[in-house]
């Protein structure tokens, strides 16, 4: 962020969340405005009706991988799924596929979908920048979740 001030570029710093859930914007806030305090706006209240799917997904969650903590009140939280064991191919000009994780991925909406009969329509998925990916620490082993290709949710 600083490169791109100190090279004159406009930066747009968003300092209260209008639209995503309460927590999910956490994160991400932290990460790039870390000097800049953010806040939400009332639309972002996760009692909110346009965020009852968050909510299924944290029950499929929590029935799916009791290992899971719940978010804190008032909050919802982003999910990752770490696909252990998964093989990543590159192609020549360095971008990167997984079918592995594009079905596991799949697999899981999938099961979302089903349990909680939930509208597909409402999906989305996101794939997470590899230029976040890396100010992300990496966790501690824990050797129960060691096993290939077990998939571990945070």
Not at 1 to 25: C, D, H, S, T, W
């Amino acid at each position: 962020m600083e490169i791109l001030i100190a090279a004159g570029y406009p930066v747009y710093r968003l300092k209260v969340q209008l639209r995503m859930a309460n927590g999910l914007f956490d994160w991400i806030s932290d990460t790039i405005y870390p000097d800049i305090p953010s806040t939400c706006a009332d639309s972002c209240n996760v009692d909110k009706p346009q965020f009852t799917i968050g909510h299924e997904l944290e029950d499929f969650i929590q029935a799916k991988y009791l290992d899971v903590e719940r978010p804190p009140k008032g909050k919802i939280l982003p999910v990752f799924i770490d696909c252990v064991g998964s093989i990543v191919k590159q192609d020549q000009s360095g971008s990167k596929r997984s079918r592995d994780q594009v079905k596991l991925g799949r697999d899981f909406a999938a099961g979302f979908v089903k349990s909680k009969q939930i509208d597909p329509a409402k999906i989305t998925r996101r794939r997470v920048a590899r230029e976040v990916v890396r100010d992300v620490p990496e966790p501690k082993a824990d050797p129960k979740e060691e096993d290939e290709g077990r998939a571990r949710v945070r």
